[in-house]
Structure formats: C-alpha cells, structure tokens
C-alpha cells in the first residue's frame, strides 16, 4: 500500500467521522429542542399558560425590557405580530431584569408601559431569570442548545430571539443587535411560516 494511499485512507476516515459525530449532535438537538414548548408559565396577569397552545405554529421568543436602549424594538416585534400574526407567527415576550437593572417594574408597570408607548398586543409574561441558576426552565433549555448562528451559552443582553418552527423545534437564534425587521431575520421568519402546520389531534387553545 503506497504512502499516498495511506494517507487518502487517514483522510477519508477523518472526514466520516466528523460527518457522524455532526449528525449525532443534530439529532441530539432535535431531541432536545422538541420539548421546547413543553412548558407551563405565568403570564403577565399571573395566569399559568400551557406553551404547548403555540404548537403548529412559529414562536417568536425574546426577553424584553422596559429601560434599554434596544427597547424601541417593542415596536418593531408588534409590528411583526400584525403582520405575520394571521399567518401562524407567534411573538412571545419575557421580562427580565438580569441585564443593566433594567426591567425593575412590577407586572402592572410593564402592561402599561408596553400598552401605552408600543401598543403591544403579543403575549407578554411574568418576569423571569434567562441565565444563571435561577433561569426559568424554558431559558435553561434555550440556552443548552448550539443552535445557529451562536451555539449554546448565555442569553448577552435584552431583546435576544429564539424562532421555534411548527414543530417546536428551535431553529435560530438573534443576537440582541438583531432588530426584529431585520432582513435576515425575516427571511428566516418567512421561510418558516411557508411550512405546513403539522398534523395534530389535540384541539390549540387560543
């Protein structure tokens, strides 16, 4: 066996298994980012709410603060929810305070700040941890998984977006810099909502 064959051989096995190992950890993920509307939460009225209701539809979720210079995108993600919203797009926002003090308001503080300078209409809950010990069970998830472009790690600031597609599947994650009417950002979006609801027998909650 020549030494040039060797080394093609030496190659080829390298390349395969780093087609493998790739493949387990998507499938790893897929496993993972299924579960990412099994989850119960409060709103922002303190009622609990089964995540699953968004299941077959495209789930928008962003943790969202009342005193940031990103704030302004309030605006931009209603808009998105008006548009889109007919089509199966689903904005979900989660207040935290984690980041810069910044979201120091009570429930009702943050309704009406959101109602009355926005005009928000989108799902709004209770306010949660995203990162640390104390994050919420939903952001431990969101935060474990390498989804493109970032990988896994923590959430960097407020306004961060997770898009979950109809199969509840995290499928990409924004930076925070990443305005809600950003191109890129709405390509993905609607590439996403093209797809065809899946079949499900359980009757979605409104």
């Known amino acids: 066996m020549s ?14 298994g780093e087609i493998d190992a790739m493949a387990e950890e998507s499938e790893g993920n897929a496993g993972v980012a299924a579960k990412a509307l099994d989850f119960k939460m409060k709103s922002l009225d303190g009622k609990e709410v089964d995540l699953n209701k968004y299941q077959g539809d495209v789930v928008l979720v962003v943790n969202v603060a009342s005193e940031c210079g990103l704030t302004p995108q309030y605006e931009q993600l209603q808009a998105l929810h008006k548009k889109y919203g007919p089509q199966g797009l689903r904005v979900i926002g989660f207040p935290c305070n984690q980041f810069g003090r910044q979201e120091p308001g009570s429930a009702e503080e943050i309704r009406e700040f959101c109602t009355s300078n926005y005009g928000v209409t989108f799902d709004l809950f209770e306010k949660v941890d ?19 472009p970032k990988g896994a790690g923590d959430v960097s600031w407020n306004f961060e977006k997770f898009l979950i597609d109809r199969d509840g599947k995290v499928v990409r994650r924004f930076e925070p810099q990443t305005g809600p009417n950003d191109p890129v950002l709405i390509g993905v979006l609607e ?16």
């Open 3 to 16: 030494r040039a064959f060797k080394l093609f051989l030496l190659i080829f096995t390298l390349i395969l």
């Open 130 to 148: 995203v990162n640390g010990n104390d994050a919420c069970p939903l952001y431990k998830l969101l935060t474990g998984l390498a989804t493109k």
């Open 191 to 206: 590439g996403e909502l093209k797809a065809d609801r899946p079949n499900t027998s359980k009757d979605k909650k409104s």
